[in-house]
Antibody, heavy 117, light 112 residues
Framework: QVKLVESGGGVVQPGKSLRLSCTAS????????MHWVRQAPGKGLEWVAV????????YYADSVKGRFTISRDDSKNTLFLQMNSLRAEDTAIYYC??????????WGQGTLVTVSS | DIVMTQSPLSLPVTPGEPASISCRSS???????????LDWYVQKSGQSPQLLIY???SRASGVPDRFSGSGSGTHFTLKISRVEAEDVGVYYC?????????FGGGTKVEIK
């Protein structure tokens, strides 16, 4: 079955960088667009970024544009989120999600990023 | 960006009774293909969100038929015909018409 496993979260100081990974299994990863969505502690869901199945299109939320980069390695069935110049307001659980082409999103279990000095 | 507004914020329910959640969008989610690009998700305590309804009214695989989605354009509704204790959680609507994807603020369903 479809499985998405995020990793790479942790505690990081403001201004520093972190790279998140999402390893996919159970489906043809190379055929699907993928998203990152985050959730600040006790808050709602905020979309972060999307990458198309062939990596030709990438879009970002205004709140992360210019600081975060989404990418993928289809040979490793892995999605990435490079996060630079981190701020306290980036503290959140980060979920990767499979785009089922208008049939909703399938979610991983998330990885927690805490930006604090 | 499309703004999604849910109501109510909190919904205390009695097991066996129906429940209804409203979701409104700031612009129509009706695509030229005839589908409304509106999903519903539930997030249970300590878990990641899971898909309930896509394209406004299609139930995801494995979702009980007591859940139904309706509406078109800018106004949508999620209904639970008879609430069960396991339905407790936060329900979100999400528009999938355009990026950025945007979510409603969530409705917390709890048992009275």
């Amino acid at each position: 079955q479809v499985k998405l496993v995020e990793s790479g979260g942790g505690v990081v100081q403001p201004g520093k960088s972190l790279r998140l990974s999402c390893t996919a299994s159970g489906f043809a990863f190379y055929s699907y667009g993928m998203h990152w969505v985050r959730q600040a502690p006790g808050k709602g869901l905020e979309w972060v970024a999307v990458i198309s199945f062939d990596a030709s299109n990438k879009y970002y939320a205004d709140s992360v544009k210019g600081r975060f980069t989404i990418s993928r390695d289809d040979s490793k069935n892995t999605l990435f989120l490079q996060m630079n110049s981190l701020r306290a307001e980036d503290t959140a659980i980060y979920y990767c999600a499979k785009d089922n082409s208008a049939r909703g999103l399938g979610w991983g279990q998330g990885t927690l990023v805490t930006v604090s000095s | 960006d499309i703004v999604m507004t849910q109501s109510p914020l909190s919904l205390p329910v009695t097991p066996g009774e129906p429940a209804s959640i409203s979701c409104r969008s700031s612009r129509s989610l009706l695509h030229s293909d005839g589908y409304n690009y509106l999903d519903w998700y539930v997030q249970k305590s300590g878990q990641s969100p899971q898909l309930l309804i896509y394209l406004g009214s299609s139930r995801a695989s494995g979702v009980p038929d007591r859940f139904s989605g309706s509406g078109s354009g800018t106004h949508f509704t999620l209904k639970i015909s008879r609430v069960e204790a396991e339905d407790v959680g936060v329900y979100y609507c999400m528009q999938a018409l355009q990026t950025p994807l945007t979510f409603g603020g969530g409705t917390k369903v709890e048992i009275k």
